[in-house]
């Protein structure tokens, strides 16, 4: 169960990467839990694919269509747990982010039901995105 969790996490992060929402929404659970960390206007706890949709736009409007995860370094998985070190960035007029991070998502069923995300330099970040 585990290589294949994280099978089902590769194709979710080469699916952001690519901006194929399609995919990602294949993967995602209707009924996902998403819990964006910080003290920005995006913080807290997202129930639900519509929610985490709204989210992800916001911040691309927010950063001008730049915010991406660029690196995958490593998916590790333990049962229905996936935990991936990432390095993401974005740019608006005036500001930048570039930072590693850790994606921890739970898997049932062969859907992403439960996401956590942790950020190098939240101080950073939350700048970045603003209240």
Do not use: C
């Not at 639900?48 to 950063?63: I, N, P």
């Not at 747990?81 to 998502?105: K, N, P, W, Y």
């Not at 996401?115 to 603003?130: I, N, P, R």
Request: zero cysteines; proline letters at 1%; charged letters at 25%.
């Amino acid at each position: 169960m585990t290589s294949k969790n994280v099978d089902i996490v590769r194709e979710y992060f080469q699916a952001v990467q690519k901006g194929d929402l399609a995919k990602v929404g294949e993967l995602l659970d209707e009924d996902i839990v998403w819990h964006q960390p910080g003290a920005n206007r995006f913080s807290g706890e997202h129930k639900g694919r519509d929610a985490v949709f709204a989210m992800l736009g916001g911040m691309m409007e927010a950063s001008q269509g730049s915010f991406a995860i660029d690196t995958i370094h490593a998916l590790m998985g333990n049962g229905d747990m996936v935990a991936a070190t990432i390095h993401f960035a974005g740019r608006r007029e005036g500001a930048s982010m570039s930072m590693d991070g850790v994606d921890v998502l739970r898997l049932k069923d062969g859907k992403i039901v439960e996401v956590w995300l942790f950020s190098g330099d939240q101080v950073a970040e939350d700048a970045f995105w603003g209240r």
